[in-house]
C-alpha cells in the first residue's frame, strides 16, 4: 500500500477541476504527523468523506481504500488523488486498515451498512452523521469492530476547505472509537466532546436552527426589504449586520449577552406596530416574528430578571400569539 508521507501529488487548495472539484490533495504535514500509523478504508467521497480523509492524509494517515455509489466517478478520482483503490462497496473488506470512515447521506447509512456487514471490517468504524448514533453500526460492532460517530459540526461547501481551529466535532460509541475520533479531532486542531445517543435528537436541531435557522432568518429580511421596494444594498445590510452580531455573540461568555433590538428594550408601541404591519402583508412571518420575539425576552430572562418595559411586552406577545 501507499506511504501516506508521500502525499500529496500537489499542494493544498488546488481542486482538481470541476467533476474532481471535491477531490483535492492533502496538504503536507511535517514528517512523521500526529496521525502516522493511521491507514484508512473511505465509504462515501462526497463533500465530508473527502476533506476529512484529506486532512487525516495531510497530517500522517494513509488512504487505502475508497468505495462510492459506483466504482467510477468520485472514488476512483479521489482513489486517484491518494493512491488508493476504488473498490466496490460488496467487496470493501478494511480488516487490515485501522479505521474505515463512513459518509454517506443519511438515508443510505443503513443499506450501506447493511452491506458492509458481509465482511470483517476494520478495528473501528466510524460514521460522518450527526443525526444518528454509533447504533446505526450495530451489526459492524456485531463483528467485532468498535463502533461510533464522528459528526464535524460545520458546513462543508468548499471542497478545499481546511479544518478549523477550534471547530467543534460530536463524538460517541465504543471506547476505542471514541479515542480514535478524539485523536483524530485533536490533529485537525478542532475541539471535540462526546453527544450521546440520548441527545442526538435536539444536537442535531440546535445545529439546523444555528445554521439553516440563522440564514433563513436573514433572507427573510431580505424578502421584507424587498417588499417594501427598497435596493438591493439593503439586503446586503442585513447580512453585514447578522454577520456583526453572530461576531459579538461570539466573543461573550454566552450568546445572550449579545442579545439586542427593541424587543429587548421592551419598546411596546413599536414592536406591536412592526408586527401588525407584518401581518398585513406576511401573516405566516408574523406568526413566526411573535415567537421570536417572546424567545429573545425568555432567553433575556434566563440571564438576569425582566424590567417592567419587557414584561409588559412580554405579556403583549402572548397576546399577539392568539391572533396569528
Ligand atoms: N455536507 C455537510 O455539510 C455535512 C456536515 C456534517 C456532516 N455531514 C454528514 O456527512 C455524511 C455525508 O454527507 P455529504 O454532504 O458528504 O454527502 P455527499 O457529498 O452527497 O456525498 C455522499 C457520498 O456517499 C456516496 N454514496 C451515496 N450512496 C451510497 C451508497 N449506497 N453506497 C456507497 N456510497 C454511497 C456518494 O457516492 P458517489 O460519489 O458515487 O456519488 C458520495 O461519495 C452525511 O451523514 C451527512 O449528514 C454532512
Not at 52 to 68: D, K, P, S
Not at 107 to 126: C, F, H, M, S, Y
Not at 210 to 227: H, N, P, Q
Request: charged share 20%; net charge neutral.
Amino acid at each position: 500500500m501507499t506511504d501516506g508521507r508521500r502525499f500529496p501529488r500537489t499542494l493544498a487548495g488546488l481542486s482538481t477541476g470541476s467533476y474532481c472539484s471535491a477531490v483535492t490533495t492533502a496538504r503536507q504535514w511535517p514528517e512523521p504527523g500526529p496521525l502516522s500509523g493511521i491507514s484508512l478504508a473511505l465509504v462515501g467521497p462526497g463533500r465530508v468523506g473527502s476533506a476529512l480523509t484529506r486532512w487525516a492524509q495531510g497530517r500522517g494517515a494513509r488512504l487505502e481504500q475508497v468505495a462510492g455509489r459506483t466504482l467510477s466517478g468520485r472514488a476512483a478520482a479521489q482513489a486517484g488523488a491518494s493512491g488508493a483503490v476504488p473498490v466496490a462497496l460488496p467487496e470493501l473488506s478494511s480488516a487490515r486498515q485501522t479505521l474505515l470512515l463512513i459518509a454517506v447521506p443519511d438515508p443510505e447509512l443503513d443499506g450501506v451498512v447493511a452491506t458492509l456487514a458481509a465482511r470483517d471490517q476494520a478495528p473501528v468504524v466510524l460514521h460522518t452523521s450527526g443525526s444518528r448514533d454509533a447504533a446505526a453500526l450495530a451489526s459492524l460492532r456485531a463483528r467485532g469492530s468498535a463502533v461510533g460517530s464522528l459528526h464535524p459540526l460545520r458546513a462543508f461547501a468548499d471542497p478545499a476547505a481546511e479544518p478549523l481551529p477550534g471547530g467543534f466535532y460530536a463524538v460517541d460509541g465504543d471506547p476505542e472509537a471514541q479515542a480514535l475520533a478524539f485523536r483524530l479531532t485533536a490533529a485537525w486542531d478542532g475541539v471535540a466532546a462526546v453527544v450521546p445517543a440520548t441527545a442526538r435528537r435536539l444536537y442535531h436541531f440546535g445545529a439546523t436552527l444555528a445554521a439553516g435557522g440563522v440564514v433563513t432568518l436573514v433572507s427573510a429580511a431580505a424578502d421584507l426589504a424587498d417588499r417594501a421596494g427598497l435596493p438591493p444594498e439593503v439586503a446586503r445590510g442585513y447580512l453585514a449586520l447578522a454577520q456583526s452580531a453572530l461576531d459579538q455573540a461570539a466573543r461573550g461568555e454566552t450568546p445572550r449577552a449579545a442579545l439586542t433590538g427593541p424587543v429587548l428594550r421592551g419598546e411596546r408601541g413599536l414592536v406591536l406596530a412592526q408586527l401588525a404591519e407584518l401581518r398585513r402583508l406576511r401573516p405566516e412571518l408574523a406568526a413566526l416574528a411573535t415567537h421570536l420575539a417572546r424567545e429573545t425576552l425568555l432567553q433575556a430572562g434566563a440571564a438576569a430578571p425582566l424590567d417592567a418595559a419587557q414584561q409588559a411586552l412580554l405579556e403583549a406577545l402572548a397576546e399577539a400569539e392568539n391572533m396569528t
